[in-house]
């Protein structure tokens, strides 16, 4: 029986190295998210209005939690639109 140390994914290539994702708030240059900044947020939502996951945005669960705060914040505020809603 081999040993769990030397299981393999069947769909990853042994030669192929993880790659890392990228941080959308390290490459536009911000520390912080402010929700009147709403430009920036967009980057974070769907084309459906829906915010994007940590696996998408590659941020870390602290720094998601306060896109996520801040899209919430700024929705309620009517600058940005809840999904669902389409505009005609």
Do not use: C, H, W
Not at 41 to 53: D, N, Q, V, W
């Amino acid at each position: 029986m081999p040993s769990k140390t030397n299981r393999r994914r069947q769909g990853s290539a042994p030669d192929k190295p993880a790659s890392a994702k990228k941080n959308l708030l390290k490459s536009l240059g911000l520390q912080a998210v402010d929700y009147k900044d709403t430009s920036t947020l967009r980057l974070f939502i769907s084309e459906r209005g829906k915010i994007r996951s940590r696996r998408v945005t590659g941020l870390s669960v602290q720094r998601q939690r306060n896109v996520t705060q801040a899209i919430k914040n700024s929705r309620e505020m009517a600058l940005l639109p809840y999904p669902g809603q389409e505009r005609r």
